[in-house]
Each structure stands twice: as structure tokens, then as C-alpha cells.
């Protein structure tokens, strides 16, 4: 993907403030390059208060007067386009939109194109695009904000960009080396032994108790941090406890 | 999944207008249970006028005093933080997150945890949680306006929600029948013979003309009438053109 070569194109936005909140969204997401088609109100402190600290794609962003020269330069053209409005059109969701856009990128000028906040693209802009993007929603309410279904897409774009950087699991960015099973192992034994000297464990009738606490530890995946003081906190009790004598509880009849 | 045991809970939400987006983004991708801790300034019209059509939401919307109560009745709690704040924590970014919050909704409640617009949620709240979900951003710019983080991870829960239901390629919604092979044949054999009849092609010099137009055509996968459509254009041209004769055309030495 060439996240330069991809272009978001706003078709007459009506509000200020969500051409500042689309190039809010557009920079969280590293992409830079704003075309907006005869906005209403721009430049408009609104915009400009939204944006934050995405000022800089404001400021680089172009101003045209048409659809046409804004796509002008473009080999691939995707229309941004809600459910209600479709014309039979070939039409994805934004996630598989993403990956058609993430790969022409790499050889043409991809412009993703947005409507009116009120009612869109009108069939005729729709008709110039080569692909729709319908960005799935519920059936209660399906008409998004301008600049939440520009987030969306960018979003998308963002996801395909950074795939294989992005931890799988939650502690692959963990402080700690995880617990080995050896550790792990010994630190069972210390436990099963520490709790028959507080008494809560008979070793005689052991019921299920460590097969429990077991799957409790395991599914914690421990680190070794975390493992020393589960140990620490066993030795030291170990050193203040007088030990029951489960030998001589057996032998006295009353218990 | 089960969307009416998932809820957003935002702490002390700053901006009224955000609170309406936020109710919106929700509404859009099929959440409806929203819990504020403290909002600054609500009830208010702005968040009013920014829910649009989820009016509703806020109205079943729940204000509470602290984040305790918001998630007393939750099994998995779930809390948004941008990298910067993250402390050492299990941490998934929004997709994979979703993953867990739809897994759990099946079997407790799950909060999903916003913060405050300026400065997230604080060690304490964060502490308080299961799961840290991290947005992944560019890295020029990660802070999320709130309602958008929302939409995001609204968004995720949602593609979860449709997985099935989404067609994977863009035809599969189309309004007539794919072109048969067959009939894709006889289209070949009857543009390649008009080509000859206008004098494109020769038949006795064809080149690369019609692999170039077989991988065009292909490429399109055409429908049924798209095909009769060019089929009639062709069977039309044939009948107004006086056809090449191509071996009178060898004869003739100059040409």
C-alpha cells in the first residue's frame, strides 16, 4: 500500500466542523491528503478547532471546484455510498473496499470519494466511480457521520497497513519473560506444601483442590516477576505459621 | 455474540456533543446500552442534536456517580487507552479486542470503558479492568477524538456481528445472472469476426488483439444483459458496415 497515492475527497460538505474531524480521523490513521469539492463554509475556524492536531492536512489540503478534477489523475475511483442510496454497481463493505484500494495504490491514484451529509452522491458522481463502499451497518440506523465513515475507512486502510506488527496476543508486549513450565512446577509443589501447613489442604484427602488452583495459575500465564512473588509470599508465610501436623490430626478421633 | 449484555461506559465525558455522537456511532452499529460516570455538562442539547436518530439511546442512557457502579455487574471489563497511557497491562488492539468482548458477551456483562477527552482514564480506573484495548494509530498522531473511538470500536463488534452475511466479492448483490462461458465464447468468436469485418483486424496478421481483448473482457466478468447488450452492438455494426475483404486486401500490393 502507498498511503501517499490515496486521496479522501469530501463533495460539497455542508459542515465546518466535520471537515476538521475528517482530517482528524485521516491523520490518526497516516493519511494526508484532503480534496474537498466546493465546500459550503471553508475555511471556517470550526474546521480548524475540530482538526486539532490535524491542522497540517488542512493546510495542504486542496480545494477544487468539480468531482472530475478532483479524481481527475486517479486509476481507481471508490464512492463512498450508504445502503439506501446504491445504483446496481459493483459494491463492498470498507474492509474488503480497503485491501482493492491498499493494493491499486501501489500502481495509481486512489481517490475515496464522500458524499453530501444530507443525501450523498448523487447518481451521476456515483456512475464515475469504479467501485461503491458500503460500510456495514445496523438495520435500525444506518446513515453515519460524514466524518465517522471517513475515521472508518482510514481505519481500515491503517489495519491493512500495520497487520503484521499488531500483537496477536495480550502479552506479546508484556515487562517480563513469561513463567517456564519448570518454575511453574516448582512453584506447585511450594504451594501444595505451604497450604498443608496453614491446614487448608489434607494431604490424606487432597480432593480437588490443586487440580483447581492449577488451572487457575496456568490460565493466568504467570511471568516470572509475578512468580517470585507468589513464591516469596509462600516462604515468608512458611516462616511465620506453626505447621499443622496432619499425621497427628489423623490420630486424634474428635477431628 | 450478545449486544444487549455489552455496554459503553463513558467517565466523565467533557463535551456534551461528544456524549450525542457517541449515542449515534453506537446506534449505527447496533449498541444501545450507554452508561456516563459524571458527565461534565448533560443533559444538553448539543449531545441532543448530534445523537441524529439515536435520540433513543441517550434516553435509556444511564448517569452514574462513580465507574464501581457502572461496572458492579460485569463479568469481563474492558478499558480504551491510547499507547501513551498504557501501564503494564494484558493489551489488544480494538479488532482483537472485539474478538474477546463478543466471546465473554455470551457468558456475563461487559463494560467497554471511555475516558475523559483530555486525559483518559486514570491508573486507578484503569487497574479496575481486565482487558486494555489500544486503538492501533499512525504514529504521528494517536489521540482519537472519543466519539470516534467508539465508532471504532463499535465498528469492530459489528464486523463480528454480520461476518457471515457480508458478500466477499463485489457481484454477489448483482441484478442479473453472471455471463456463461459459453456465451462468453460466442461473444469472442462474434467480435473477433466484425473486428475482421471493419477492418481491425487482420485476420491473416491478428497479433495480440484478441488475448488483449479476452483478458478485458474477462477481467469485467460480464452479466447476461451486459452481453446481449454488446452482442447487439455488434450483430447492429455488422449490418451498417460494407466488411473488409481481406484477401482482396492481400492482393492489392500497395496496402
Redesign the interface.
Known sequence: MDVNRIRIVLVEPQHPGNIG?VA??M????LGRLVMVAPEQYPDPQAIWRA???KDVLEAAQVVDTLDEAIADCGFVVAATSRDQRI?W????A??SAAEIAAASTQTDVAIVFGREDNGLNNEELMRCN?HLA????D??????L??AV??VS?EL??LA?ADE???A??A???AAPATQENMERFFVHLEQTLGEVGFLNPAAPRQLMPRLRRLYSRLRLDEMELNILRGILTETQKRIDPVDWDARAREPSR
Open positions: 474531524a482528524r480521523a491523520k490518526n490513521m497516516g486539532m492536531s490535524a446496481p459493483p459494491v463492498l463493505d474492509r474488503r467501485l460500510i456495514s451497518t445496523s435500525a440506523y444506518s446513515s453515519l457521520n466524518a465517522m475515521q472508518v481505519y491503517h489495519m500495520v499488531l500483537p496477536a495480550p502479552d508486549q508484556w515487562d
